[in-house]
């Protein structure tokens, strides 16, 4: 288990907790609910998590791939950190009630800097569904381009990404 402390310059100056995601975060975000459109990033009950064996129920994968993000001792979003080949891909869930209160900005800026000091020769990316301004909005002021756009087949059926790439600014 890692805690690391950081804090985010420029705007808004706030101690950010970076820990290991256990198992009773997992289950905290297993009960986060996103409303309307939002809603397809609801993740099932926790135990059908585990029953089926995804990711978040598996000690090592949560250990390995997924961070806590902590505000004043409060679980606020998740990242997920991956490498695929030369690319180190950001996966983030922000808890729904800060979603477009600007922590994504700040959550995203921290998980860039754990992709450097995991993967330093790797070009950090991510995916995001087509419909989600918010997030698009979001990544692109803090450095990322749009660089292709496909469908792709998820739990509930084909929609439509956008790969995006981070480019310091």
Do not use: H
């Not at 949560?62 to 979003?77: G, K, P, T, V, W």
């Not at 690319?87 to 983030?92: D, H, L, T």
């Not at 301004?133 to 469908?151: H, L």
């Amino acid at each position: 288990m890692y805690i690391k402390y950081a804090t985010i310059q420029g705007g808004n100056m706030s101690n950010y907790i970076l820990s290991t995601l256990g198992e009773d975060y997992a289950k905290e975000i297993c009960s986060w609910k996103y409303d309307e459109e939002y809603s397809i990033y609801n993740f099932s009950d926790w135990n059908v998590v585990v029953e089926n064996g995804w990711d978040l129920a598996i000690k090592e994968r949560r250990e390995s791939d997924f961070i806590a993000i902590l505000l004043e001792n409060q679980l606020i979003a998740y990242g997920r950190i991956t490498k695929v080949k030369e690319k180190a891909f950001i996966g983030i869930g922000l808890k729904p009630s800060l979603c477009g209160k600007g922590f994504g900005k700040n959550v995203m800026k921290l998980l860039i800097r754990e992709c450097n000091n995991k993967f330093p020769e790797c070009l950090v990316a991510l995916e995001v569904r087509s419909f989600n301004k918010r997030a698009i909005r979001c990544y692109e002021s803090i450095g990322f381009k749009i660089k292709n756009k496909y469908i792709k087949d998820t739990f509930t059926g084909d929609a439509e990404f956008y790969y995006m790439e981070y480019k310091p600014i």
